[in-house]
């Protein structure tokens, strides 16, 4: 029986991060233990805190990470009607554009030697700082680096526009390199890494998925838990608070579906490649065609578990900035609700081996939904090459 790594993927998406702490938790009370985490933005933050954490730490430091961040807009209470609760979150993240957010960013004083000596202050409105002294604190990067559980870190870089991944199997990882997966502009400075500079990876893509799937998986199975922070799927806006929301929860989705379905048909292209080579006479495996479908007809199986934030309807358009302590338990239940759900499902308890190479399974708004639920196994995929092969006869 071959081995299976367990995959984290988690998206950027700033304060809505508590919701993959919460989801990490809920994981981790049900044994199932990280091989491989990859994150962007907030999710390389998450993602370095598990890593470079005990065992036995990593939910403790998260809890700290988050108790910090929100402990500057922690009033102890949140109203109950969805029109209070909007007003109060929109409160929030004027409140913490102003002031900073503890441990995290902190706002740029504009004293004379700041104006002349700091360049950062002309490119970015906040000092982060504080976030890389925090990560300090709480990440062991010798473990981050010792390679135990791999670690793997999007950003962009700013003068080339290329995508890059700092990945402790070929890089020594810092706080900040974690720092710059995060440097989001205007807001953040880049940050430098070996004389070049980097801004936040969620500019090209939010979601590290490709950089996971594209990797050499023929050594075991995988079993890929991606906890995304923006839905790509929601309800029509009605005002420009909404047009706002909406248009940020397309844009950093970064077609997460469409993306898990394009490898879902690679999967069973893999299969039906190994298959033919099968059928190949003896005489055959050196022929150049048949050499090239042995590369890409690996046999792997890779299961796909969909985690999805998706907004209330009294969140803020800016929810991503919004530090409140009641809005991030709030994400941290969610997240944790969401992944017991998940795992206590029959579909994923029942479960057995893929079909085709590939299960995915969405599981955690099961019945609120119009798939309701329902594992994508490769069977409709298989229809669709099907229908494929009859249209070119």
């Given at each position: 029986?071959r081995?299976?790594?367990?995959?984290?993927?988690?998206?950027?998406?700033?304060?809505?991060?508590?919701?993959?702490?919460?989801?990490?938790?809920?994981?981790?009370?049900?044994?199932?233990?990280?091989?491989?985490?990859?994150?962007?933005?907030?999710?390389?933050?998450?993602?370095?805190?598990?890593?470079?954490?005990p065992?036995?730490r990593r939910?403790?430091?998260?809890?700290?990470?988050?108790?910090?961040?929100?402990?500057?807009?922690?009033?102890?209470f949140?109203?109950?009607?969805?029109?209070n609760?909007?007003l109060?979150?929109?409160?929030?993240?004027?409140?913490?554009?102003?002031?900073?957010?503890?441990?995290?960013?902190?706002p740029?004083?504009?004293?004379?030697?700041?104006?002349?000596?700091?360049?950062?202050?002309?490119i970015?409105?906040?000092?982060?700082?504080?976030?890389?002294?925090?990560?300090?604190?709480?990440?062991?990067?010798?473990?981050?680096?010792?390679?135990d559980?791999?670690?793997?870190?999007?950003?962009?870089?700013?003068?080339?526009?290329?995508?890059?991944?700092?990945?402790?199997?070929?890089?020594?990882?810092?706080?900040?390199?974690?720092?710059?997966?995060?440097?989001?502009?205007?807001?953040?400075?880049?940050?430098?890494?070996?004389?070049?500079?980097y801004w936040?990876?969620?500019?090209?893509?939010?979601?590290?998925?490709?950089?996971?799937?594209?990797?050499?998986?023929?050594?075991?199975?995988?079993?890929i838990?991606?906890?995304?922070?923006?839905?790509?799927?929601?309800?029509?806006?009605?005002?420009?608070?909404?047009?706002?929301?909406?248009?940020?929860?397309?844009?950093?989705?970064?077609?997460?579906?469409?993306?898990?379905?394009?490898f879902?048909?690679?999967?069973?292209?893999?299969?039906?490649?190994?298959?033919?080579?099968?059928?190949?006479?003896?005489?055959?495996?050196?022929?150049?065609?048949?050499?090239?479908?042995?590369?890409?007809?690996?046999?792997?199986?890779?299961?796909i578990?969909?985690?999805?934030?998706?907004?209330?309807?009294?969140?803020?358009?800016?929810?991503?900035?919004?530090?409140?302590?009641?809005?991030?338990?709030?994400?941290?239940?969610?997240?944790?609700?969401?992944?017991?759900?998940?795992?206590?499902?029959?579909?994923?308890?029942?479960?057995?081996?893929?079909?085709?190479?590939?299960?995915?399974?969405?599981?955690?708004?099961?019945?609120?939904?119009?798939?309701?639920?329902?594992?994508?196994?490769?069977?409709?995929?298989?229809?669709?090459?099907?229908?494929?092969?009859e249209?070119?006869?």
């Amino acid at each position: 029986m071959r081995p299976i790594r367990n995959i984290l993927v988690f998206q950027g998406g700033g304060a809505l991060g508590a919701y993959q702490a919460g989801t990490y938790e809920a994981l981790h009370k049900h044994a199932i233990k990280p091989d491989w985490l990859a994150g962007i933005s907030i999710g390389a933050i998450n993602s370095a805190i598990i890593a470079g954490s005990p065992e036995e730490r990593r939910v403790e430091n998260l809890r700290e990470f988050w108790h910090m961040v929100s402990a500057g807009l922690d009033f102890g209470f949140l109203p109950q009607d969805d029109f209070n609760r909007r007003l109060f979150k929109d409160w929030a993240v004027l409140a913490g554009s102003i002031t900073g957010v503890p441990g995290f960013f902190s706002p740029r004083l504009l004293t004379p030697s700041q104006i002349l000596l700091n360049p950062d202050l002309r490119i970015s409105h906040y000092d982060t700082e504080p976030l890389i002294k925090t990560l300090e604190r709480l990440v062991d990067f010798e473990r981050v680096n010792r390679g135990d559980v791999r670690l793997s870190l999007g950003a962009v870089n700013v003068k080339t526009g290329n995508f890059a991944y700092f990945d402790n199997r070929n890089t020594v990882l810092t706080a900040r390199h974690v720092a710059a997966s995060g440097a989001l502009p205007p807001a953040f400075p880049p940050v430098e890494i070996d004389g070049e500079y980097y801004w936040d990876g969620g500019l090209v893509s939010n979601t590290p998925l490709q950089y996971v799937l594209a990797a050499d998986g023929c050594d075991s199975d995988l079993c890929i838990f991606q906890v995304d922070l923006f839905s790509a799927r929601g309800k029509m806006p009605r005002d420009l608070m909404e047009v706002d929301a909406r248009s940020k929860e397309i844009r950093y989705s970064s077609r997460t579906r469409m993306n898990t379905d394009e490898f879902a048909r690679k999967q069973i292209l893999r299969r039906a490649a190994r298959r033919l080579l099968d059928k190949l006479a003896p005489d055959l495996p050196d022929d150049e065609d048949a050499a090239l479908l042995r590369s890409v007809g690996i046999e792997y199986d890779v299961t796909i578990v969909h985690l999805i934030h998706r907004a209330a309807a009294y969140d803020s358009h800016a929810m991503d900035a919004e530090f409140s302590r009641s809005t991030v338990e709030e994400n941290w239940k969610s997240g944790y609700d969401d992944a017991v759900r998940t795992l206590t499902h029959p579909k994923w308890t029942r479960r057995g081996k893929p079909e085709n190479g590939i299960q995915i399974f969405d599981l955690a708004q099961a019945g609120l939904r119009d798939e309701s639920g329902a594992d994508r196994s490769g069977g409709s995929l298989m229809r669709e090459v099907a229908q494929t092969k009859e249209l070119a006869r």
